[in-house]
C-alpha cells in the first residue's frame, strides 16, 4: 500500500523511463538470438527472426513450466526451421539444438544459477526464526 500511494505521486518522467527501459530490455532479449544466429549463419530476414522469436515467447507464456523450459527448445527448430535447412532441403535439427542451447545459455540459465545462490539466503531472511509476523492494515 505504502509503494502505491509513492508510485502514484510520480511525474510523467518516471513513467515514460520505465515504458521506454522496458521496451529497450525486452528488444535487446529478441534481438540475442538475432546476435547469435547471425554469428553462426547468413540471416537476411532479421525482423522475421524477430518476429517469430516474439511468438515463441507467447508460446513460452502458455507452458505450464517455468520459464518455458522444454517448450522453447521444442518449438525452437520448428518455428525457426527455415533458417536451419540444409542445401537438400531438410532441417539440420543438430545446428537447431546446437543454435538453442546456446540462447538459451544466454538468456535463461543464467537466472537459474543467480536463483539457487540467492533464494537459500532469501528464504532465510524472510521465513527464518528472527523474523516477525507483519502486520497487516
Do not use: H
Request: aromatic share 14%; glycine share 8%; proline share 5%.
Amino acid at each position: 500500500m505504502t509503494a502505491a500511494e509513492g508510485i502514484k505521486q510520480k511525474g510523467k518522467n518516471y513513467w515514460l523511463a520505465g515504458i521506454f527501459s522496458t521496451i529497450a530490455i525486452w528488444s535487446i532479449r529478441f534481438l540475442i538470438l538475432n546476435f547469435v544466429l547471425t554469428a553462426l549463419i547468413p540471416v537476411a530476414e532479421q525482423l522475421v527472426l524477430f518476429g517469430r522469436q516474439f511468438l515463441m515467447y507467447v508460446l513460452m507464456l502458455l507452458a505450464p513450466t517455468p520459464g518455458g523450459s522444454g517448450v522453447a527448445e521444442g518449438i525452437y527448430p520448428n518455428i525457426l526451421c527455415d533458417f536451419f535447412l540444409k542445401t537438400d532441403g531438410s532441417v539440420n535439427k543438430s545446428f537447431a539444438a546446437f543454435t538453442s542451447g546456446i540462447w538459451r545459455l544466454i538468456t535463461y540459465y543464467p537466472y537459474l544459477i543467480l536463483g539457487v545462490l540467492i533464494l537459500p539466503a532469501w528464504l532465510r531472511r524472510v521465513f527464518g526464526p528472527n523474523t516477525k509476523d507483519i502486520e497487516v492494515k
